[in-house]
C-alpha cells in the first residue's frame, strides 16, 4: 500500500509538472476560441503578492475553512473587474528567486485538498475569468467521493486547461 501510494504521488507530481510545461496540451481549434482574448498588462516588480488560500467552496455550516458559492464568486468578480492577474506557481517562484517583473495588481489564487468543488465550481469559473490557479491535491484521499479524484473525467483535459 505504502508503495502504491508513493506511485500515485510520483505520477501526479510528473503530471503536474508535464502540463505546466504544455507538453500534454492538444487545444483543439475550438477550445482556443473560447479562449478570452489576451489582454496588455503592465509588468511591474512589487514588494508582495498576495496569495488567496481557498478550502473548499460550499454550503458546511460552522467551518471557517469554506466559503459559500456565492461569496466565492462575488470575490473572483471582484479580481476581475478590478483588474487583478492571478500568477501561475512558476510566475511567483520567478518573481520570487529571480525577482522576476510580474503583471500589475498581481495575486495568487490557491486550492486545497482537491475536493469536487474544485472541479465543479471553481474550475469552470477561472475558465470563464482566464485565471490562473493552483490546487494541491491530497493523493491519499483520491479515493473518497468528495475529492477530484472520484470524478470520472479526462485528467489530462482538465491539467491542460487549468
Same mark, same amino acid.
Given at each position: 500500500m505504502k508503495r502504491f501510494s508513493l506511485v500515485m504521488l510520483f505520477t501526479i507530481v510528473i503530471a503536474t509538472m508535464l502540463a505546466g510545461c504544455g507538453l500534454l496540451s492538444q487545444q483543439t /481549434?475550438? /477550445?482556443k476560441t473560447k479562449t478570452p482574448p489576451v489582454k496588455e498588462? /503592465?509588468? +511591474?516588480?512589487p514588494s508582495g503578492?498576495?496569495?488567496l488560500m481557498y478550502h473548499k467552496i460550499g454550503d458546511d455550516k460552522d467551518n471557517d475553512a469554506v466559503i459559500r458559492e456565492d461569496l466565492f464568486r462575488e470575490q473572483m468578480k471582484f479580481l476581475k473587474d478590478n483588474g487583478y492577474n492571478p500568477l501561475t506557481m512558476d510566475?511567483? !517562484?520567478d518573481y520570487v +528567486? $529571480? *525577482?522576476?517583473?510580474v503583471p500589475e495588481k498581481p495575486v495568487v489564487l490557491t486550492f486545497d485538498d *482537491?475536493? %469536487?468543488? #474544485? !472541479?465543479?465550481? +471553481?474550475?469552470?469559473?477561472?475558465k470563464e475569468y482566464g485565471f490562473a490557479a #493552483?490546487?494541491? +491535491?491530497n493523493p491519499g484521499?483520491?479515493? $473518497?467521493? #468528495? !475529492?477530484? *479524484? %472520484?470524478?470520472?473525467?479526462?485528467?489530462?483535459?482538465?491539467?491542460?486547461?487549468?
Open positions: /481549434t475550438e /477550445t498588462v /503592465t509588468m +511591474v516588480q503578492i498576495p496569495v510566475q511567483l !517562484y +528567486v $529571480n *525577482g522576476a517583473a *482537491g475536493y %469536487a468543488d #474544485t !472541479y465543479s465550481i +471553481v474550475y469552470p469559473l477561472m #493552483t490546487v494541491f +491535491v484521499r483520491c479515493r $473518497n467521493a #468528495t !475529492y477530484m *479524484g %472520484a470524478i470520472e473525467r479526462d485528467e489530462r483535459k482538465w491539467y491542460d486547461h487549468f
